[in-house]
């Protein structure tokens, strides 16, 4: 029964996203509730046309004519069995959107909780690992090295996030990922209210995904995922994130987000399930 109601529980399954009493909008609750609906007409009709004999179809006051009488009669307790058994379906329906909905939810809340622990670490393991020298003695002074060369000057950032935004764009496409990077998180940190953030977020991630860094790369694409869930980026985000963890070998933490990923954007291009399937390939999801 989960495949016929992933359409109609999808638009609820917004991570994080406050509960809500279930609705029936598939296709199959809307006919329910419009057959509902006639046969509840059809009753009325029917009481209307006993009333103008004198009393309703359902009894009382003077009865019609006994055949006409026998034949109201019998066509009503048709109609009534009928409309309890589409209500009973329907209140069946409901049920079963609620529970799927909590399974959803359950599942998300697990998901978001593995990319925190994943982010905590990724963020975290870098300044575990900078001690000193191999071989070197704790609190010793670091052997002199030879002064580096200067890095090149690098062009000052636009101050207009649009200009910022296209040069950061410019760059990309010259597979100046560093530089692309830069210049988006610029864009972020100094104008993250701005219509251009939520691109620049997305080309972050891209810029880290391309020079090869999967774990920036999943730090940016979950950050561009949570800026706008709803957003014309968030299903690429979500693609991008678990590609990035499956190449740092977290498969459980990237078939959940497949998962998450499916659920909530059912209207997928054809490109777009190709890359679905390639990385759950990839991560071994089953």
């Not at 109609?8 to 996203?17: C, D, I, K, V, W």
């Not at 329906?93 to 599942?107: A, P, R, W, Y």
């Not at 920036?216 to 709803?230: E, G, L, Q």
């Not at 490109?271 to 390939?281: H, L, P």
């Amino acid at each position: 029964m989960r495949p016929r109601f992933l359409l109609l529980a999808a638009p609820l399954f917004l991570p994080l996203a406050a509960s809500a009493q279930p609705l029936i909008q598939s296709q199959e609750g809307i006919a329910l509730q419009n057959e509902i609906l006639q046969l509840q007409q059809q009753l009325q009709q029917m009481q209307a046309q006993g009333g103008g004999n004198g009393g309703s179809a359902l009894g009382g006051g003077n009865a019609p004519p006994p055949s006409g009488n026998a034949a109201n009669g019998g066509l009503v307790a048709s109609l009534l069995t009928q409309v309890q058994t589409l209500q009973s379906q329907v209140q069946s329906l409901n049920g079963q959107v609620s529970e799927l909905k909590h399974e959803m939810d359950t599942q998300n809340a697990q998901t978001q909780k593995d990319i925190g622990d994943l982010k905590f670490q990724l963020q975290n393991g870098g300044a575990a690992g900078q001690g000193g020298q191999p071989g070197q003695a704790p609190g010793a002074p670091a052997p002199q090295a030879s002064a580096p060369s200067a890095p090149p000057p690098q062009a000052a950032a636009p101050s207009d996030p649009k200009a910022a935004l296209q040069a950061a764009l410019d760059a990309y496409g010259k597979h100046d990922y560093a530089a692309s990077a830069r210049l988006a998180q610029g864009i972020v940190a100094k104008d993250k209210s701005a219509p251009q953030a939520y691109r620049a977020q997305y080309l972050v991630a891209q810029s880290y995904a391309a020079k090869g860094d999967p774990q920036n790369a999943a730090i940016a694409y979950d950050s561009t995922y949570n800026m706008n869930r709803n957003g014309t980026y968030a299903p690429h985000a979500l693609l991008g994130l678990a590609s990035s963890l499956a190449a740092i070998n977290q498969n459980g933490a990237a078939c959940d987000t497949l998962s998450s990923l499916n659920s909530q954007f059912t209207n997928q291009s054809a490109g777009m399930r190709a890359d679905v399937a390639a990385v759950a390939k990839r991560a071994h999801c089953s």
